[in-house]
């Protein structure tokens, strides 16, 4: 009897040692902002290639970055991903420094000089619209283009207080009219248009859908959405856009930095990016990934038309006001 139990014990032991995550070699915990099946699918793989447990906290940027701020005496988060640049390098003094295995591969718009955060995703604001309702002739070509009365109920645009997005869609157009009262006042016909959305979801859910005929959105939803067998088209603007780099820092102090390190060089690497982009649609910041290859349309970012001007730090800082100003126009016209 004693013996049937010691083999049985044993086979429980090797049962266990081949599931991921069992017996792990300690865990990562990672502070997210991306969405959750990218969460769910990054826990899973990077645990089947390391054996780490991985565990993921969702929360938006704001939140992300107050609770890492709060903790900073005694961090309880390992890494934090998916905060945009202007995040990253406005709160430094939270990262650990480490310069990831393929450091040399990023080029140095996405990446600390010091290793203290790694661009891993790049975001570029587009237009969508349902081929259903809009014939590519129609389709809006530039941000002026949603002024003309014709698009009045007929754009989705999400209310910048709610979205980071949002905002800087809102800013891009801003610089691109010149800023002041005439740029202002063109935005105020834009949002007099537009069919205002509370989440910037509801806004590529909606043109796939056929409840709004475009959008306003980022690049990697509107691939998604035509991935999944949609009547979408992506429209990156002739006038010019804005691309934001999107990244992922460790936490200074964590207490499992080794295991924080293996999450960052896999998380950068070829391979796990190659498979977010195909998954997901997301833009790697790695220069080394044919993007025709995996997501048909999605055009090289040096042949994205982006707006030289653009002052993302400066709009970050003159945000509560901006936002006072969509607030008060959105009460009038709406």
Not at 94 to 99: E, G, M, R
Not at 258 to 286: C, G, Q
């Amino acid at each position: 009897m004693k013996r049937h139990a010691y083999f049985l014990v044993l086979a429980i032991l090797a049962t266990c040692m081949m599931i991921p995550g069992v017996f792990a070699e300690g865990k990562v915990v990672v502070y997210s902002t991306n969405q959750q099946a990218q969460n769910d699918m990054m826990a899973a793989e990077f645990e089947k290639a390391t054996g780490i447990q991985c565990e993921m906290v969702r929360a938006g940027s704001g939140i992300t970055l107050k609770r890492i701020r709060a903790e900073k005496e005694r961090p309880l988060g390992d890494v934090a991903l998916g905060l945009s640049k202007i995040l990253l390098n406005g709160n430094l003094d939270l990262w650990q420094a480490y310069k990831i295995k393929d450091y040399d591969v990023y080029p140095a718009e996405f990446k600390d000089p010091n290793g203290l955060w790694t661009g891993q995703m790049v975001h570029v604001m587009v237009f969508i619209y349902n081929t259903s309702q809009v014939t590519a002739a129609e389709a809006p070509q530039k941000w002026g283009d949603f002024l003309d009365p014709k698009w009045q109920d007929r754009v989705a645009f999400c209310n910048p207080n709610n979205s980071g997005s949002a905002y800087t869609q809102l800013t891009a157009m801003l610089d691109l009219w010149g800023g002041g009262d005439a740029a202002w006042q063109k935005v105020e016909t834009l949002l007099k248009h537009a069919k205002i959305t509370q989440q910037s979801s509801l806004v590529y859910k909606g043109v796939a859908s056929g409840e709004f005929p475009s959008g306003i959105t980022m690049e990697y939803a509107g691939y998604r959405y035509k991935k999944g067998g949609a009547a979408v088209e992506v429209v990156y603007p002739a006038d010019g856009t804005v691309a934001y780099t999107e990244g992922a820092a460790i936490i200074k102090d964590c207490k499992n930095l080794e295991n924080a390190k293996k999450f960052m060089d896999w998380a950068s690497s070829l391979e796990t990016r190659k498979k977010i982009v195909a998954e997901f649609m997301r833009r790697p910041a790695r220069p080394d990934i044919d993007f025709n290859a995996l997501v048909p349309g999605m055009v090289p970012l040096s042949e994205v038309n982006q707006i030289k001007d653009y002052d993302q730090v400066r709009w970050t800082e003159e945000r509560p006001e901006a936002l006072k100003k969509v607030k008060d126009i959105l009460l009038r016209v709406k």
